[in-house]
């Protein structure tokens, strides 16, 4: 007996130090506590089903659920999927192999019982123990009890006493006639399992014994809040002297093995992988990547992986899924890991281009910079940034709060230390600003002359309670700002190294600027990734403009890395000693105009070693036709049915619009939209109606 009461004593500590790393999890227990609170109350048999991609967690929260219902004195019975035969004699025995540990075994001895059904002395069972106290049923990786869910909806569940809970834990949610049925949209809870925030992996880390901000910074980096990647990177810290654990390729090979289960076939593999390099798809795009049609039917199959989700541009694999296949093939097959890399950046470089002087082409710029860019930029770079923040041009209203914020900026109390990491190399960059480094950063700024000179190039950092955060300030460069600009100390030095002609060509009109200067770009909060994200991708705004752009920072560490990452040149002549009288700032421009443009994305292809045939340039004869005749020249080279098609693509129509227009299939368009980029050399849609356009 001391033996049994050691055991329980043990077995409890366990218990014990496992909800101690427990962390983020209070919601979701929440609604369970809630369910089994109040049973006594219940009419019927209640169900909560949780859902969330391979090691979220979810077999871990059915085992606390599992000590919640011991504290409550509820019968706990737990089934996984795989461990049974899926018949209804299967799922049945396997209940009452656990429910006749609950009744004395001369109730399972009743003559009327032996002549019920095995479903009919299922729920007897659960009937009799509901009667005493409450019984949770707990389905695991119910994902893969497909072939049994009508037979659990509509024969088993429907039968269930009151005082019953059911529990399923699966990696999709459930559709269909759980949805449809206004009764299971009653009874029924569906809860996502999202990943942890990054202050839960700071106290899950805390907990295991890591507070070192680097360290800390590394394993978010890694884990992106995957509770299983998050507590394998752990281990993999806190064994650092064990080289051949800390490398990190086995735990990543393990997570990476969970995922590819729903991935058994090599064709869908294939796209897998392609679809890893993309942070954005839809089947287009993967077209374009693999270089050959992704049939619907493939396409179809993957979106419905539990690691695919459904995005504002298309799809997205979960972040640590895309990471972890991406280093599993560049190791393997580095050849063709660079080739979709570069397809990848040859489809957004192609995109600017078509762009180019028609639109921003802020977000293509974004992901053109994922594959050519500096490993600085995606270590400042964040996926999972949640957008919570946006830029709000001033006012005359709000020109007051610009002014409050750079006081607060010129009194700012303590320096800012921290690190950035980048995924794909593991680089790591300190990110340091002293007190001085702040506050010289809105040093010299007559914001009040700024606004009256141009209202529209300061902006302000908000967040979703209108607080104010940030600000940004771009003088266009035209021949209304030129002489503020010569006078400004920290802008003078490069207008100041330009020739006579180069000034000239800047004195264009107000509507028209010939760029921009970046005379501020702060922020409170540098490492926060959400403000991060968004200060990055004003600046992609205005990189990509095709204008000039120009700044001169104060020359901390991080800038000095970061402008030429950026694709900015150093200005010959424009360096000065203007923000502290001691320290040399120099001037970077990153000039796009005109056929510059296209001379920049070749640079940055080089210098990441990838390779791309920029489309031809257009004929000046051909630029200088009316749009009519070049529309008429572009499709006299298509069939009849290829200009039905390219004129619908140029109304906006989506491929199955324009299928149903000409009444034919989808895989029908698709072709011929093919066979028209081959003829016309171009490789997407966005390339098709510019050509149509005559831009």
């Known amino acids: 007996m001391k033996s049994d009461n050691n055991s329980h004593l043990a077995q409890s500590g366990m218990e014990d130090r496992e909800r101690y790393f427990i962390v983020g999890r209070e919601k979701e227990l929440a609604h369970f506590q809630t369910l089994l609170t109040d049973i006594a109350e219940q009419g019927s ?85 509901a009667h005493r106290r409450p019984v949770v049923i707990a389905f695991d990786t119910f994902e893969e009890m497909q072939d049994m869910e009508t037979w659990l909806r509509e024969r088993l569940f429907p039968m269930l006493p009151p005082r019953t809970i059911v529990l399923m834990a699966g990696r999709h949610p459930l559709k269909g006639s759980w949805q449809l049925s206004a009764v299971w949209r009653e009874r029924l809870l569906q809860i996502p399992m999202k990943h942890l925030d990054k202050g839960d992996c700071r106290e899950y880390l805390r907990r295991c014994g890591i507070t070192e901000d680097v360290s800390v910074e590394h394993v978010w980096r890694l884990s992106k809040g995957h509770p299983l990647t998050l507590s394998l990177a752990a281990a993999a810290e806190s064994y650092q002297e064990d080289e051949d654990f800390a490398a990190g390729t086995d735990w990543f090979e393990e997570v990476a093995a969970l995922w590819l289960k729903e991935v058994p076939d090599g064709q869908l593999r294939t796209v897998v992988e392609a679809a890893c390099v993309l942070r954005h798809f839809n089947q287009e795009l ?10 619907a039917d493939v396409f179809d199959r993957l979106t419905q992986l539990s690691f695919v989700r459904k995005s504002e541009r298309g799809w997205q694999l979960h972040d640590l899924m895309r990471e972890t296949t991406c280093a599993r093939l560049k190791e393997r097959t580095p050849g063709r890991y660079k080739r979709l890399c570069e397809r990848s950046a040859a489809y957004y470089a192609d995109a600017i281009l078509a762009a180019a002087g028609r639109r921003s082409s802020a977000w293509e710029y974004a992901e053109f910079f994922r594959y050519v860019g500096a490993s600085v930029l995606r270590a400042l770079t964040d996926d999972a940034a949640k957008g919570s923040y946006y830029w709000e041009t001033i006012t005359e209203t709000s020109l007051a709060e610009a002014k409050r914020y750079i006081e607060m900026r010129q009194k700012w109390p303590e320096p800012v230390a921290g690190v950035g990491i980048d995924p794909v190399t593991g680089a790591q960059f300190r990110i340091e600003y002293s007190i001085e480094e702040i506050r010289y950063n809105v040093a010299l700024l007559d914001i009040e002359a700024i606004y009256r000179l141009e209202p529209t190039a300061i902006k302000l950092l ?52 010939e760029g921009w200067f970046m005379r501020v770009m702060d922020f409170s909060d540098v490492m926060n990734p959400d403000m991060r994200s968004e200060v990055i991708n004003l600046m992609n705004a205005y990189f990509c403009s095709g204008g000039i752009v120009v700044c001169s920072p104060y020359p ?17 002549g424009a360096a000065h000693y203007h923000y502290d009288g ?64 390219a004129e619908l693509v140029l109304a906006g129509y989506s491929n199955l619009e324009a299928a149903q227009s000409l009444y034919v299939s989808e895989v029908t368009v698709k072709k011929h939209l093919m066979a028209i980029y081959t003829k016309l050399n171009i490789h997407s849609r966005m390339q098709l109606a510019g050509m149509l356009h005559g831009d």
Do not use: N
Request: glycine share 8%.
């Open 286 to 295: 993967l077209s374009y990547v693999l270089e050959e049609e992704v049939a």
């Open 582 to 645: 001691k320290t040399e700032a120099p001037t970077y421009a990153l000039d796009t105009r005109g056929d510059k443009l296209r001379s920049f994305l070749e640079g940055m292809f080089r210098k990441a070693g990838l390779e791309w045939q920029a489309p031809q340039a257009e004929p000046a004869a051909d630029i200088s036709e009316g749009k009519a005749e070049r529309r008429a020249a572009i499709m006299k080279k298509l069939t009849k049915r290829e200009q039905q098609v």
């Open 462 to 513: 908000r967040d979703s309670q209108s607080g104010v955060h940030g600000i940004a300030v771009f003088i266009p460069i035209h021949a209304g700002t030129l002489s503020f600009m010569e006078k400004d100390p920290i802008s003078r030095p490069f207008f100041a190294s330009l020739s006579a002609e180069e000034k000239q060509r800047l004195m264009t009109p107000r509507e028209q600027p």
């Open 556 to 572: 901390s560490g991080i800038s000095r890395e970061a402008y030429p990452g950026f694709g900015f040149s150093v200005v010959a």
């Open 45 to 129: 048999a209640h169900f909560l089903h949780v859902y969330g991609t391979g090691g979220v967690g979810k077999s871990t929260f059915l085992r606390l659920c599992k000590s919640l219902a011991a504290q409550e004195g509820a019968c706990f019975v737990h089934l996984e999927s795989r461990d049974f035969v899926h018949t209804e004699q299967g799922i049945t025995d396997a209940l009452l192999r656990q429910l006749r540990e609950e009744i004395p075994r001369e109730e399972f001895q009743r003559g009327e019982e032996r002549a019920m059904s095995d479903r009919e002395r299922c729920t007897a069972a659960i009937g009799r123990i």
